[in-house]
């Protein structure tokens, strides 16, 4: 959705539990609304080279099978 001058990625709209769900986004501010659901990456754009979604699966691994992911990247990404 377009709200406040930019692009936003607004997670209620799937209807289901938000505990559940991580966003993986180079632009933070398109989870504002979610923001401990968000898990920021670096850009990339045509870079066959890029590995930064391999770099982050560890993390990823660690959210499988917990109660609330909110918390957990909340912690890793200090919001």
Same mark, same amino acid.
């Given at each position: 959705?377009?709200? &406040?001058?930019?692009?936003?990625?607004?997670?209620?709209?799937?209807g289901i539990?938000?505990?559940?769900?991580?966003?993986?986004?180079?632009?933070?501010?398109?989870?504002?609304?979610?923001v401990n659901?968000?898990?920021?990456? &670096?850009?990339?754009?045509?870079?066959?080279?890029?590995?930064?979604?391999?770099?982050?699966?560890?993390?990823?691994?660690?959210?499988?099978?917990? &109660?609330?992911?909110?918390?957990?990247i909340a912690? &890793?990404?200090?919001?």
């Amino acid at each position: 959705m377009f709200s &406040e001058g930019s692009c936003t990625k607004d997670l209620s709209i799937l209807g289901i539990d938000l505990a559940k769900v991580a966003i993986i986004d180079n632009s933070p501010q398109v989870f504002h609304l979610h923001v401990n659901n968000g898990i920021p990456i &670096e850009s990339w754009f045509d870079d066959p080279s890029d590995h930064a979604l391999v770099q982050i699966l560890p993390f990823l691994e660690t959210l499988v099978g917990a &109660e609330d992911v909110r918390p957990i990247i909340a912690q &890793e990404f200090g919001k």
